[in-house]
Antibody
Framework: EVQLVESGGGLVQPGGSLRLSCAASGFTFSSYNMNWVRQAPGKGLEWVSYIRSSSTTIYYADSVRGRFTISRDSAKNSLYLQMNSLRAEDTAVYYC?????????WGQGTLVTVSS | EIVMTQSPATLSVSPGERVTLSCRASQSVSSNLAWYQQKPGQAPRLLIYGASTRATGIPARFSGSGSGTEFTLAISSLQSEDFAVYYCQQYHNWPPWTFGQGTKVEIK
């Protein structure tokens, strides 16, 4: 089955860190560009970060640059998001999404809650 | 950064009706526009890309049109499973890739 499955979300205190993972299956993960997109509770969608298939190009939204790091391991068919210095405004469901431009496949999301 | 604006915020319609949702870009995005559908508790699903091309498995009752700064998503005859939030997204100038704030289609 072709799917993306996120994990690693949870409750973390402000200033803390969390590492999200996204496991890909059913397609050639190494050939696809990947993204993280988040959605705060009751709000719209916000693109967070992009990584090219070869990992040679990486982009971040201004709101997370310098705090978040995207990476991938094609041997493990996995995408990662290391989140440091977390803030209350980072509270959201985080989705991994496949594609450059538009996103034709999404995971089910993992909830990150930043609160004391 | 290109700002995407959707209207209306909420649309109340009856099953079987035709609906049109609007999306406007703050500058031209050519035809580099996608539409997504999101139901409560679910991930978004790609409906349309290239402003008018239906994604795999999307029913023909969904159609997209427009170019430049004005875009429309039409649903020809609303089914019960179509009640959801719809987002437009531009991928012309990036980063960042930007989404509209969404239009909720609810049962009248």
């Amino acid at each position: 089955e072709v799917q993306l499955v996120e994990s690693g979300g949870g409750l973390v205190q402000p200033g803390g860190s969390l590492r999200l993972s996204c496991a890909a299956s059913g397609f050639t993960f190494s050939s696809y560009n990947m993204n993280w997109v988040r959605q705060a509770p009751g709000k719209g969608l916000e693109w967070v970060s992009y990584i090219r298939s070869s990992s040679t190009t990486i982009y971040y939204a201004d709101s997370v640059r310098g705090r978040f790091t995207i990476s991938r391991d094609s041997a493990k068919n996995s995408l990662y998001l290391q989140m440091n210095s977390l803030r209350a405004e980072d509270t959201a469901v985080y989705y991994c999404a496949r594609g450059l431009g538009y996103y034709d496949m999404w995971g089910q999301g993992t909830l990150v809650t930043v609160s004391s | 950064e290109i700002v995407m604006t959707q209207s209306p915020a909420t649309l109340s319609v009856s099953p079987g009706e035709r609906v049109t949702l609007s999306c406007r870009a703050s500058q031209s995005v050519s035809s580099n526009l996608a539409w997504y559908q999101q139901k409560p508790g679910q991930a978004p699903r790609l409906l349309i890309y290239g402003a008018s091309t239906r994604a795999t498995g999307i029913p023909a009752r969904f159609s997209g049109s427009g170019s430049g700064t004005e875009f429309t998503l039409a649903i020809s005859s609303l089914q019960s499973e179509d009640f959801a939030v719809y987002y437009c997204q531009q991928y012309h100038n990036w980063p960042p890739w930007t989404f509209g704030q969404g239009t909720k289609v609810e049962i009248k």
